[in-house]
């Protein structure tokens, strides 16, 4: 379908919402209230460091909300100001953080319930109101929603449309997306609704897989195994990777995506030459800015001598998860928490390794003085990340 036309088309509608109610000034006051913290504003002020007792605390000079994110929760609670009394929905969360969620949840904002991993759109009227969250919503959501006659309000990350526009382009041009992300994640389900063809591609292990198909053929039901649920309807490997642009799901790790970018490049200019190269590749710069602060915050500050690193963010968050592997390939004992409801009793922490269930770790603050690293995802508000310094200070006090 013409996606392009129908988001447009959307758009104009009276329905369809995306620059909030009027009520600025009043939502940041309360949001200022709930999630920022006057210890975090002393720390940033005190050049990221403050020492208390045997305790040092080093904390990444860009971390939590981003701007994306801060804006899509202030459209959630403007939507409840201005619509007192109407049903309102969510189709998933706003963001990956649980206190955020649960705030929503105690604001009588619905999210739309799965079942299977499929949502169940059921129980939505059309005098309802509908918050896309900041990830964005697949186009079938999309029509579905505007079919029913609901009032649509769309936090989506101009980030995130940013990849779809790209995508479109790849789509115009008959060329295959190429998306770096992971094929279950709601961002990335988002934008491959508005590819025509596509591959998504978890890591560089993945690309190269893909490059070596391209440059050396390969079967391509053993391909399609392997991506399962990661491609687009009908999707040939020996059609589908002539002409290739690619994308990314923008918390992914800068770095990965680059290489993969170039990989792909190189590949296809190998195998047609440099005059045919445009013919054959196409790509945008579509990584966020947010993302990319946080990460290159993280590569400075794993570079200081640090006891352990705190990584304090959502499970499902994938921008977290990306600071773990960065605390993870520089060998430093670190520790992944949503909240600082996971840390006690005692000298313990409950903290899920990557690629891993939650698990215990006692006693987890080593003895002695320590320097304690701490970073949070852009779902994370400053008061989540102050009540986890504040926990650990406790501990090392007794």
């Known amino acids: 379908m013409d996606t392009k036309t129908f988001k447009r088309s959307l758009q104009q509608s009276e329905n369809y919402h995306r620059r909030g109610f009027g009520h600025t000034q009043e939502v940041m006051g309360v949001m200022n209230t709930e999630y920022q913290s006057s210890l975090i504003q002393e720390i940033r002020h005190n050049h990221y460091r403050l020492q208390r007792g045997n305790v040092t605390i080093r904390l990444a000079e860009a971390f939590g909300f981003c701007w994306g994110v801060e804006r899509a929760v202030a459209m959630a609670y403007e939507t409840r100001q201005h619509f007192p009394t109407q049903k309102l929905w969510i189709t998933n969360e706003i963001i990956h953080n649980p206190s955020v969620n649960q705030r929503l949840r105690e604001m009588e904002v619905n999210f739309i319930p799965v079942e299977q991993d499929i949502k169940d759109f059921s129980q939505v009227e059309s005098q309802d109101v509908v918050i896309l969250p900041a990830f964005g919503a697949s186009v079938a959501e999309m029509q579905l929603l505007n079919g029913k006659g609901c009032t649509i309000v769309d936090t989506t990350c101009p980030w995130v449309?940013?990849?779809?526009?790209?995508?479109?382009?790849?789509?115009?041009?008959?060329?295959?997306?190429?998306?770096?992300?992971?094929?279950?994640?709601?961002?990335?389900?988002?934008?491959?609704?508005?590819?025509?063809?596509?591959?998504?591609?978890?890591?560089?292990?993945?690309?190269?897989?893909?490059?070596?198909?391209?440059?050396?053929?390969?079967?391509?039901?053993?391909?399609l195994e392997k991506f399962k649920n990661a491609y687009s309807e009908g999707f040939d490997p020996d059609r589908d990777l002539v002409r290739l642009g690619v994308a990314n799901q923008t918390t992914m790790l800068k770095s990965e995506t680059e290489e993969i970018g170039k990989l792909f490049e190189k590949t296809l200019l190998k195998k047609y030459g440099p005059t045919l190269l445009n013919d054959h590749f196409m790509s945008f710069n579509t990584i966020c800015d947010a993302t990319q602060e946080r990460q290159d915050a993280m590569f400075n500050l794993?570079?200081?001598?640090?006891?352990?690193?705190?990584?304090?963010?959502?499970?499902?968050?994938?921008?977290?998860?990306?600071?773990?592997?960065?605390?993870?390939?520089?060998?430093?004992?670190?520790?992944?928490?949503?909240?600082?409801?996971?840390?006690?009793?005692?000298?313990?922490?409950?903290?899920?390794?990557?690629?891993?269930?939650?698990?215990?770790?006692?006693?987890?603050?080593?003895?002695?003085?320590?320097?304690?690293?701490?970073?949070?995802?852009?779902?994370?508000?400053?008061?989540?990340?102050?009540e986890v310094i504040e926990k650990i200070f406790a501990i090392k006090s007794v």
């Open 161 to 223: 449309s940013k990849v779809w526009n790209s995508v479109e382009k790849h789509k115009k041009k008959d060329y295959t997306s190429i998306i770096h992300g992971k094929y279950n994640h709601e961002e990335t389900i988002a934008t491959s609704s508005f590819a025509g063809a596509y591959l998504i591609v978890l890591n560089l292990a993945q690309a190269q897989y893909v490059c070596d198909y391209i440059s050396q053929g390969g079967n391509a039901q053993e391909f």
């Open 302 to 386: 794993v570079e200081d001598d640090l006891s352990l690193m705190v990584v304090i963010g959502g499970y499902n968050s994938s921008n977290t998860t990306h600071l773990q592997e960065i605390a993870i390939e520089h060998q430093i004992p670190s520790y992944h928490i949503d909240s600082a409801g996971r840390i006690g009793p005692g000298n313990q922490v409950e903290h899920k390794p990557l690629g891993k269930d939650l698990e215990i770790a006692q006693p987890w603050l080593p003895d002695g003085a320590i320097v304690v690293g701490v970073t949070s995802g852009a779902s994370t508000p400053d008061k989540v990340v102050e």
